[in-house]
T-cell receptor, first 117, second 110 residues
Framework: GAGVSQSPRYKVAKRGQDVALRCDPISGHVSLFWYQQALGQGPEFLTY????????KSGLPSDRFFAERPEGSVSTLKIQRTQQEDSAVYLC???????????????FGPGTRLLVL | GENVEQHPSTLSVQEGDSAVIKCTYSDSASNYFPWYKQELGKRPQLIID?????GEKKDQRIAVTLNKTAKHFSLHITETQPEDSAVYFC?????????FGKGTMLLVSP
């Protein structure tokens, strides 16, 4: 079946612009995660949804970052007033079951590469 | 929260040699340890994982070993091939997600 998809694949924004990044998880997957990956680094957690509920947003770096998953499927990560330090790859991942201490396999999308000039 | 350390950061081997990447974690309650491979510009892809009820798992040329007492786990790749060249990430479960290591860039020379 179809994997996790993300759009756009590339985004160039001028400093101060707002951007919206979309994630389509694998159909039926309960959990959805957003990560930020800087060049040469591992994915860093931003936020976690279980269905439509945002259960953990502890990784969002500032109040300029906002995420939603209103119907429990597609999710959007919005960054307001972008700054140069926001330049990174934003990865979305989904998992068939609720996440937690047990740990579940996560399936990643191809990412959106954001460049803020 | 969980803290994951990964070593080495880069690893160069000759084709046919073995490669070993090691990770340590901090939370003794963690019980799921996946390894992801990420080629340049591509998505991270799960290559193997292990749960804490076993000490070793193999899949063809890839194996993962787990030592819960010492809180470390390792990825072993035998008979390396040029197409194994990529960045490899280990991970362990945190409160609600996975915490990733910083990655190991593996370069396999023909």
């Amino acid at each position: 079946g179809a994997g996790v998809s993300q759009s756009p694949r590339y985004k160039v924004a001028k400093r101060g612009q707002d951007v919206a990044l979309r994630c389509d998880p694998i159909s039926g997957h309960v959990s959805l995660f957003w990560y930020q990956q800087a060049l040469g680094q591992g994915p860093e957690f931003l936020t976690y949804f279980q269905n439509e509920a945002q259960l953990d947003k502890s990784g969002l770096p500032s109040d300029r970052f906002f995420a939603e998953r209103p119907e429990g499927s597609v999710s959007t990560l919005k960054i307001q007033r972008t700054q140069q330090e926001d330049s990174a790859v934003y990865l979305c991942a989904s998992s068939p079951r609720a996440s937690g201490r047990r740990g579940e396999t996560q399936y990643f999308g191809p990412g959106t590469r954001l460049l803020v000039l | 929260g969980e803290n994951v350390e990964q070593h080495p950061s880069t690893l160069s081997v000759q084709e046919g040699d073995s490669a070993v990447i090691k990770c340590t974690y901090s939370d003794s309650a963690s019980n799921y340890f996946p390894w992801y491979k990420q080629e340049l510009g591509k998505r991270p892809q799960l290559i193997i994982d292990i749960r804490s009820n076993v000490g070793e798992k193999k899949d063809q040329r890839i194996a993962v070993t787990l030592n819960k007492t010492a809180k470390h786990f390792s990825l072993h790749i035998t008979e390396t091939q040029p197409e194994d060249s990529a960045v490899y990430f280990c991970a362990a479960p945190g409160y609600s997600t996975l915490t990733f290591g910083k990655g190991t860039m593996l370069l396999v020379s023909p």
